[in-house]
């Protein structure tokens, strides 16, 4: 990709100088110029290296034309079986883009999965096991390759990283969690953590990390001594899952990414059946993620409360950039009942606006 910074470059020239005869094979040769919502807002030292995302960002909204000449007397063919290539879709914006097979290292639009001497070869499916989805052939691969074709990695995925595009979401999204928090607290009589030590008599986090032989559960990383690991949900707090003993301990990395994610939506699905050994959680309910039944059913036989009480305490009327937390609460949970099984069984933005009318 080529950065017209901000003269105007009508005219790209590109010319391969062969040292030895042979051939050279060109794909998808396109010029234009790009625009893309992600490019827009990003901070600049996102977009450095933007030259080499090619061609995962060519996302042209003006198109350019391609000449294409040769030199001297080689001829031009247009014959696809002169070189192959591998192209692989991206699990985000489910393009095909090109991976490079035969020199893994030299990755193309998808990163390596597995670079470390120790995680090689990357076994992971869908990472280091590509399957041909027409032939039914697999291929196995020595580094593998990311789901998410870069772009998609470094604007969405990543994108918990880039505090300029969350400031003012991450609050929002803090005072939800919250929200949820207290919520699964007061519903279900004391927090996670102290029930659970009611219930064994240890404590959850020391549980959790002696599981986990002190590594990630996503990618295998040790820990630093006591240090730098994170108690995750496994099941997301979005669906109004507290934290309790089907935690995993993921490293500060995994963590981010995963944030309220489902594990299906997280993990290769080698890992889930891992998972599931590991958490009790069931296969079934791993792969098709509820919200919390429990916690909905208490909800509902304490409306009377959740809108009198629990939306009048302080945490709950606290402004947040000009909205109120409690309103954040009701509409994700609102959110979470759309996703039970048979739909929301009530419709709690809209009695929380007839409460809030007639009281
Ligand atoms: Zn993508
Ligand atoms: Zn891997
Ligand atoms: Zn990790
Ligand atoms: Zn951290």
Not at 119 to 131: I, M, S, Y
Request: aromatic fraction near 8%.
């Amino acid at each position: 990709m080529w950065n017209a910074g901000d003269e105007s470059h009508d005219e790209v020239r590109v010319v391969f100088t062969a040292k030895r005869s042979g051939r050279l094979a060109v794909h998808g040769l396109a010029c234009g110029i790009v625009n893309h919502l992600h490019l827009d807002d990003a901070r600049p030292v996102l977009l450095r290296n933007m030259y080499q995302f090619s061609p995962e960002a060519h996302f042209i909204t003006t198109a350019g034309k391609v000449i294409l000449k040769a030199g001297g007397a080689a001829p031009i063919a247009d014959d696809k079986r002169c070189a192959e290539l591998f192209v692989k879709s991206c699990n985000r914006c489910a393009r095909f883009l090109p991976v490079n097979i035969p020199h893994e290292r030299n990755h193309l639009s998808f990163s390596n999965h597995c670079v470390a001497d120790h995680r090689r070869p990357c076994k992971h499916n869908g990472f280091g096991r590509l399957r041909n989805p027409d032939t039914d052939e697999s291929l196995s691969l020595d580094y593998g390759f990311q789901l998410e074709c870069r772009f998609c990695k470094k604007f969405e995925v990543n994108a918990a990283h880039n505090p300029k595009r969350t400031a003012a979401q991450m609050k929002e999204d803090a005072a939800r969690r919250r929200g949820f928090e207290l919520l699964i607290e007061a519903l279900s009589g004391g927090t996670p953590q102290l029930q659970y030590r009611h219930e064994t008599g240890r404590e959850l986090a020391d549980d959790v990390l002696a599981r986990s032989n002190g590594c990630c559960f996503n990618c295998g990383k040790p820990f630093p001594k006591g240090r730098g690991w994170h108690l995750d949900h496994t099941r997301p707090l979005a669906l109004l899952w507290p934290l309790d003993g089907t935690a995993t301990a993921l490293c500060g990395g995994c963590n981010s990414e995963k944030r309220d994610r489902a594990p299906v939506e997280f993990y290769a699905p080698e890992k889930l059946q891992e998972l599931a050994e590991l958490t009790g959680i069931s296969m079934d309910e791993l792969r098709d993620p509820k919200p919390n039944m429990a916690v909905v059913g208490v909800l509902l036989k304490r409306l009377d409360w959740f809108f009198d009480e629990f939306l009048a305490t302080p945490d709950m009327t606290r402004e947040h950039d000009g909205k109120i937390a409690g309103e954040l609460v009701v509409k994700a949970l609102q959110k979470v009942l759309e996703r039970c099984p048979g739909g929301a069984p009530i419709d709690l933005v809209a009695e929380f606006n007839s409460r809030r009318s007639a009281g």
